[in-house]
Nanobody, 116 residues
Framework: QVQLVESGGGLVQPGGSLRLSCAAS????????MGWYRQAAGKQRDLAAS???????HYADSVRGRFTISRDNDMRGVYLQMNSLKPEDSAAYYC??????????WGQGTQVTVSS
């Protein structure tokens, strides 16, 4: 089993930056994809960005060019660098991993608020 611990959320002004981190432990050798989803109040949870064990990247159109996802080579960490933040980026951000055993494992979430 894999365990995830997120950090790095907070309050930032529009145009600012934040970096989210997610530390993975346990059977990290089973991880195929690491990613970040986000869920704004009253809305569904949607993919923000993901990266595979082969470095295949996916970004939501709304964040492409502003957010950058990266990971550790040993799949023990995934990061989301968020630049040029907008109020509409405010959401709970969840780290997720997908494993070779067809599991999806979620972190507890970290809140990002973009406001002046």
């Amino acid at each position: 089993q894999v365990q995830l611990v997120e950090s790095g959320g907070g309050l930032v002004q529009p145009g600012g930056s934040l970096r989210l981190s997610c530390a993975a432990s346990g059977n990290t050798a089973s991880i195929l994809v690491m990613g970040w989803y986000r869920q704004a109040a009253g809305k569904q949870r949607d993919l923000a960005a993901s990266i595979s064990d082969k470095d295949e990247l996916h970004y939501a159109d709304s964040v492409r060019g502003r957010f950058t996802i990266s990971r550790d080579n040993d799949m023990r960490g995934v990061y989301l660098q968020m630049n040029s933040l907008k109020p509409e980026d405010s959401a709970a951000y969840y780290c997720v991993v997908f494993t070779r055993e067809f599991e999806s494992i979620w972190g507890q979430g970290t809140q990002v608020t973009v406001s002046s």
